[in-house]
């Protein structure tokens, strides 16, 4: 396989100012290299696996990272409309409210609650530039697995259709301890409701179902979790002639359970979840004081 040389992830000057003097970055955690995710963490990832080839970090800057900054322009013009669940996640936070939107694609939901603050990331570089003009306020550049921000600090995250993209299921794991270590914690009761939660931070998950037989993908129980989705954009070439370019995307397709599970693998515990329109999701908080 092709070695590819990948960058190191860097944060949007401004925010990253501000979010410190707010308290929410870790100048420790600020710029961190994806090195880190290196050879070792391959290794360690190879026996857990679920495709090929062998160095997942190196898969997904292939198949997911380089994609979406290719396609970034086209894949925002069709994203404008907040998904009702996730507005109504982040409309019911109270005023004053901070928080991170991982993956935040154009930005689409930095504006839906003015009252809230919402520091925005994702790994594309391209879909940040876009985010920041969308939101009126700047985004950073930031891995999933690696978040620049200050443990038990946050009032709320979301994560709308991004762990899907990550190839093996210890990275699907660890994002999600990433994001659940950020929260502000409380400790679950034997039946966690969000009554009980309100002291602490709430995370919003959302992740591609397997479980789509009435979509026009027509996924179900028994098919292959583990594909390649093609994102396919036409334009015009400069003699007049259509062209029409296909990219594949990986996407890992949750089973019923398995987000659930997962959060409580990350060390989470879920408050309540279901399914949207060919999706899982979930509410998770984070039960202790600080998720390792």
Same mark, same amino acid.
């Given at each position: ?35 880190? *995710? ?16 062998? +160095? ?29 669940? %996730? ?28 009252? /809230?603050? /919402? ?53 699907? %794991? ?78 890992? *397709?949750?089973? +019923? ?5 997962? /959060? ?29």
């Amino acid at each position: 396989m092709k070695k590819l040389c990948m960058p190191d992830v860097v944060a949007g000057p401004n925010l990253i100012s501000l979010a410190r003097r707010c308290a929410l970055v870790d100048p420790s955690k600020a710029m961190p290299k994806l090195a880190l *995710l290196g050879p070792e963490a391959a290794m360690a990832d190879v026996d857990h696996c679920d495709v090929e080839p062998y +160095q997942p970090n190196a898969y997904e800057a292939l198949h997911v990272h380089d994609v979406y900054n290719q396609i970034a322009s086209h894949f925002s013009s069709t994203r404008y409309k907040p998904w009702p669940i %996730v507005e109504q996640f982040l409309r019911a936070l109270p005023d004053g409210s901070v928080g991170i939107d991982v993956g935040c694609g154009n930005g689409k939901y930095l504006g839906v609650n003015p009252g /809230i603050f /919402i520091v925005a990331s994702d790994r594309s570089e391209n879909l940040v530039k876009i985010a920041s003009q969308n939101g009126q306020r700047s985004a950073l550049i930031a891995d999933s697995l690696s978040l620049p921000h200050r443990n038990s600090s946050l009032d709320f995250a979301i994560c709308i259709a991004v762990v899907h993209h990550l190839s093996t299921a210890l990275r699907r %794991v660890e994002a999600l301890r990433s994001i659940l270590r950020t929260l502000r914690c409380t400790s679950p009761p034997s039946c966690p409701s969000p009554e009980f939660t309100a002291d602490g931070g709430k995370a919003l998950i959302y992740v591609w179902a397997l479980e789509q037989r009435n979509s026009r993908r027509g996924w179900d129980e028994g098919d292959e979790q583990d594909v390649m989705v093609p994102w396919v954009m036409k334009g015009n070439r400069f003699d007049g002639k259509e062209e029409v370019q296909t990219f594949h995307r990986y996407y890992h *397709l949750y089973r +019923q359970g398995e987000l659930e599970r997962d /959060i409580i693998e990350a060390g989470g515990f879920v408050i309540e979840s279901g399914y949207e329109k060919d999706n899982w999701w979930a509410v998770a908080a984070c039960p202790r004081s600080e998720i390792i």
